[in-house]
């Protein structure tokens, strides 16, 4: 109801009936352009609309081309430089260092890290064993690699 609303004070209280898919096109895009809504919230709109008018109405608006879509932003992963990695390594120290250590280094997930046991380390393979969460059985085996000679 609240899309309906809208496109109702939009169009300055014009009657859903006497507007067709030129007055929802001019909606859509002024929700795109003029109030910079998500893409997700156009959508929304957009299907408010087409019930509003397919089901309700049982009116045919056919296609909408020229509607001015909202913009997904692209989202960039943040990624660290070696330096950056060793610096926030840096201001860690003990058991938080060594959590840091194996969820960055190992791959290892929170719940599996935290569940670690002293029997889970295999000393002559460099490996530890990571078990299921409320299991006993093996999930996988995390190969670790000798620390360098200097």
């Given at each position: 109801m609240s899309w309906i609303r809208r496109l109702?004070?939009?169009h300055?209280?014009?009657h859903p009936k006497e507007m067709g898919s030129s007055e929802i096109e001019q909606f859509l895009s002024w929700l795109a352009v003029r109030r910079?809504?998500?893409?997700?919230?156009?959508?929304?709109?957009?299907?408010?609309?087409?019930?509003?008018y397919r089901r309700v109405r049982q009116t045919d608006l056919g296609?909408?081309?020229?509607?001015?879509?909202?913009?997904t932003p692209e989202r960039l992963p943040v990624v660290l430089s070696r330096p950056e990695v060793a610096a926030q390594f840096k201001q860690l120290a003990g058991t938080m260092r060594l959590i840091a250590l194996l969820l960055?280094?190992?791959?290892?997930?929170?719940?599996?890290c935290l569940a670690l046991r002293t029997k889970d380390l295999d000393v002559d393979r460099v490996q530890i064993v990571v078990r299921?969460?409320?299991d006993t059985r093996i999930a996988r085996r995390c190969c670790l690699s000798p620390p360098k000679r200097r």
């Open positions: 109702i004070f939009f300055r209280k014009r910079r809504v998500s893409a997700s919230t156009q959508n929304h709109a957009l299907s408010a609309l087409l019930f509003l296609t909408l081309p020229t509607v001015v879509r909202a913009r960055y280094g190992a791959g290892f997930r929170v719940g599996e299921q969460e409320k």
